[in-house]
């Protein structure tokens, strides 16, 4: 027993299955936009709180590398 296929009904399978590619294609071109929107945010957020820090100019500690703790 085989199952039998319509055509029309698998017409309607590949346009439900193209919509559902296109919808989720812009939800994840929404996302990606939020997040690209969040990390300039947090970026300017720390730049705004720390300013630029300079390195220490004597002692061994901080005198290579900046590190905010």
């Given amino acids: 027993m085989g ?3 319509s055509p029309a009904g698998l017409v309607d399978r590949v346009v ?3 919509q559902a590619q296109t919808r989720q294609d812009a939800h994840i071109r929404v996302l990606a936009k939020a997040m690209d929107m969040q ?3 947090a970026s300017a957020l720390l730049n705004a709180v720390a300013g630029p820090l300079p390195l220490a100019t004597e002692g061994t500690v901080g005198t290579r590398v ?4």
């Fill in 3 to 5: 199952m039998a296929v």
């Fill in 16 to 18: 439900q299955a193209q």
């Fill in 39 to 41: 990390e300039s945010d």
């Fill in 66 to 69: 900046n590190a905010l703790v």
